[in-house]
């Protein structure tokens, strides 16, 4: 059985920052590639940022210049670095890992607002 688990997450002004963590446990192995996916109430989900086992990154262009995405992968943890947010980043975040199939978390929600 595998484990997503998503901390980091709470309400920041704008302007703010937070630091996402994602760390996947149990019976997995050789994680390809570590992603952060978003999904605000009444829109799809969304992709924000994703890396590879080798450390290479893409993001979202709404991402880009903002949050920078990196990963442990002795600890089998990605984070998301999430600098100068703006209330349109009010969202659930999520993790999913790429061993495999592909596993989600829960969610962890950001809220940014004044």
């Known amino acids: 059985q595998v484990q997503v688990v998503e901390s980091g997450g709470g309400l920041v002004q704008p302007g703010g920052s937070l630091r996402l963590s994602c760390t996947a446990s149990?019976?997995?192995?050789?994680?390809?590639?570590m992603g952060w996916y978003r999904q605000a109430p009444g829109k799809q989900r969304e992709l924000v940022a994703v890396i590879t086992r080798g450390g290479s990154t893409s993001y979202a262009n709404f991402a880009k210049g903002r949050f920078t995405i990196s990963r442990d992968n002795v600890k089998n943890t990605v984070y998301l670095q999430m600098n100068s947010l703006k209330p349109e980043d009010t969202a659930v975040y999520l993790c999913v890992v790429a061993s495999g199939g592909n596993y989600w978390g829960q969610g962890t929600q950001v809220t940014v607002s004044s």
């Open positions: 149990g019976r997995i192995f050789n994680i390809n590639d």
